[in-house]
DNA sequence: CCAATTGTTCAATAACTTTTGAACTAAGGA
DNA sequence: TCCTTAGTTCAAAAGTTATTGAACAATTGG
């Protein structure tokens, strides 16, 4: 009952960036680094899409090595993979998390996901 | 006879990413890193396609604002908008690129395109 | 002017990606 | 055990992207 991953030296740059490529995922992946530490399960995502899409979204991060799911009971726990992705491509997923934080196109999760200044 | 560049502030994320999720543009980008400081035309890069098929990924480049492309003569002298990237995306290109100049699995320009450590 | 060089455009096709709904599995609680 | 919750899988439809060849445009040099 464990989902298939990637190990790290199998984390492909342009599968990497082709996964990143798409406003859904991006969005995750910037709620995710703004939770960092908390495992969170997948409808902590549902702003974001349909539960069928959204299975989608995360099984195509997960399979590219950027995100770990863990299954905890019926629950699946999604975390980043920095420490993978930072040993493979130094400075990737901060500039990436960077760049996504500032991003007001970026679909929302909870409706506060970006803090605008006034 | 100027070709359509988005500028700087139309750069987005998501379409970056994208356009840098494919090993031919990514190898294009690489190889363009690689002689920063010098123009090259499209011919430069026959090596990973057919004419028809770099026009069409250097296109993409372009209209997603990671290259300039000027026309001189009959050519279009191809640069990275690093400054422009660097701007929107602080660190994005440069890991990038350290990433990319690692990676075996791209196609290479040349045939010497990447230097392989004994 | 003519021919060669450089690159684009177009239409067709093939291949992939995204989205959907219905059906399903698996664990947990009443 | 039965019901609910969490998420997956499947097949279909829709949409997008990549690749090709033939035809085209623009410039340069002879």
């Known amino acids: 009952m464990t989902l298939p991953h990637p190990n790290s030296d199998q984390i492909?740059?342009?599968i990497v960036l082709g996964v990143l490529g798409?406003?859904?995922r991006l969005a995750i992946v910037r709620y995710l680094a703004s939770k960092e530490g908390v495992p969170l399960n997948c409808s902590q995502f549902l702003d974001l899409g349909s539960k069928t899409?959204?299975?989608y979204h995360l099984a195509k991060l997960r399979e590219a090595g950027v995100t770990r799911a863990e299954v905890v009971?019926?629950?699946r726990m999604i975390t980043l993979r920095r420490?993978?992705?930072?040993?493979r491509f130094p400075g990737l997923l901060d500039s990436v998390i960077a760049a996504a934080v500032?991003?007001?196109a970026l679909p929302?999760?909870?409706g506060h996901d970006i803090e605008v200044p006034a």
Chains 1, 2 share one sequence.
Request: aromatic share 0%; proline share 13%; hydrophobic share 30%.
């Open 108 to 110: 929302a999760v909870g």
């Open 73 to 75: 009971g019926t629950n």
């Open 12 to 14: 492909s740059l342009p």
């Open 22 to 24: 798409d406003p859904t």
């Open 102 to 104: 500032d991003d007001p």
């Open 53 to 55: 899409n959204l299975s």
């Open 83 to 87: 420490a993978d992705l930072d040993a």
